[in-house]
Every structure is written in C-alpha cells, then in structure tokens.
C-alpha cells in the first residue's frame, strides 16, 4: 500500500505551508501533541548556553534569533533545514555550524540529539535574555514588510527597524 494512500471514506487535509512559521502555527493548531523538550540553562561571564535533549523521532521548530548564533550537534543525528538556500543538513556530533540572523530552524532528530545554542550575554535572566536574542514573528513580519517597502525607496533602516534587530 503507498504509504501516502489515505483510508477510503477519509480526505487527506490539504495544506501548503509558505514558510517553517505557518507549518509550525498548523501544527500548533491541529490538535497534535506537543511535548516540551528538555532544556538545560548554563552561564559563565559574556556567554549563555542552552541546551536542549530531543528524543529520537521529534520534528522541532525553533524561534528566529535576532543574531547569528553559534550552534553545536554534541550527541545524536540532527537534519536541519534553515531555507532553500541551503536546504536539508545531516550533523553528526562533534558538528558546530553558524545560522544567519534572522533564521528559523526546523530539525528532525533521527536518534536522541543534544542541540546547543551559544549566545554572548552577561544577562541571566531567561525572559530577557529571550528578548534579547528572540525575534517574535509578528516583529520579523513587520520588519520584513518594512524592508521590503526600503528597498523599493532606497532607504535606510528606521530607529525601530534597528530597535526590532537589538541593532
């Protein structure tokens, strides 16, 4: 039987994501159970690290850092997608890779992987340090759409353009 083959007397739900933010709102949204990862929360001087366990089987979704972020694979095998530009990714540990600012990532653990993100911060604080470093969607929407409209006028980035960056 193929495995796309939908059971007679069922539809097959028709959806067409345009970015991991709509897929990651449907799922949200479809009454499909939603686990909380583990995650581990580590602080030295200038530096923040989070760590996060996904078990084998999980598709994640992260949130949009502002920043680029240092990102490190140290257990498992992750698939990471962070756009066309540089499709799917395979990382076995020990796997260190920059993501661009602005990017959202999504993973699928095909064993239990260990995940971490590396951030310069003196901040302790997790809801700020998550103001600092997290873009919500509504503000990379926004900013995006602003962009858009500069790039058309040729202008340059408005004081809250920059503030929505942390520029």
């Excluded at 994501?17 to 583990?38: F, N, V």
């Excluded at 756009?83 to 990017?103: C, D, K, N, W, Y």
Aim: glycine content about 8%.
């Amino acid at each position: 039987m193929d495995s796309m083959a939908t059971p007679v007397g069922q539809s097959r739900p028709q959806y067409s994501p345009t970015s991991l933010a709509d897929l990651e709102d449907w799922i949200k949204g479809s009454g499909l159970p939603m686990e909380q990862d583990r995650v581990e929360h580590f602080f030295s001087p200038g530096i923040y690290v989070r760590k996060l366990f996904i078990p084998a089987g999980r598709l994640i979704i992260g949130k949009r850092h502002r920043h680029e972020t240092m990102n490190m694979v140290m257990l498992g095998h992750l698939s990471v997608y962070m756009g066309p530009e540089q499709g799917v990714i395979h990382l076995r540990p020990p796997a260190i890779f920059t993501s661009p600012p602005m990017t959202k990532k999504m993973g699928y653990a095909h064993e239990d992987t260990v995940f971490v993100n590396v951030h310069p911060t003196d901040e302790r604080d997790l809801d700020r340090i998550e103001e600092e470093f997290i873009i919500t969607e509504e503000d990379y929407n926004q900013l995006n759409h602003q962009e858009g409209e500069r790039l058309c006028l040729g202008q340059q980035l408005s004081s809250e353009e920059q503030q929505l960056l942390g520029a």
